[in-house]
């Protein structure tokens, strides 16, 4: 019996302070981050410290996710960064949110 991937969903909103909290996941499991709907329509990038494939882990390197878009559509709903979880260990992400200029 083929057992299917877990996914955890977490869900990123302005001014929220998650930095103190501590998540469990499990190794094989898949985080997706996705906007929340105080940013969605903004520019966000989310970054981890969890190690890039056949890199080894070091907490102070941080590289930014790549969103996906399932649907293909520029929709902010839909899109989400992920991690698949391989190994074990403690981790870090954060986020930062880009304001557009626009010049007049």
């Known amino acids: ?13 302005d001014m929220e302070k998650l930095d ?11 985080l997706q981050f996705r906007l929340g709907p105080t940013l969605q ?5 989310v970054y981890s ?10 907490r102070q ?3 930014p996710l790549q969103w996906h878009n399932p649907t ?11 991690l698949d979880l391989k190994i074990a260990g403690s981790f870090q992400y954060h986020f930062m949110q880009y304001e557009q200029i626009q010049s007049i």
């Open 1 to 13: 019996m083929e057992h299917s991937k877990q996914v955890r969903v977490l869900l990123l909103n």
């Open 20 to 30: 103190k909290r501590l998540f469990r996941l499990e190794q094989g499991f898949e």
């Open 41 to 45: 329509g903004k520019d966000v990038t």
């Open 49 to 58: 410290n969890y190690p890039l494939p056949g890199n080894v882990y070091d």
């Open 61 to 63: 390197t941080f590289h």
């Open 72 to 82: 293909g559509r520029e929709e902010d709903s839909d899109k989400f960064c992920k």
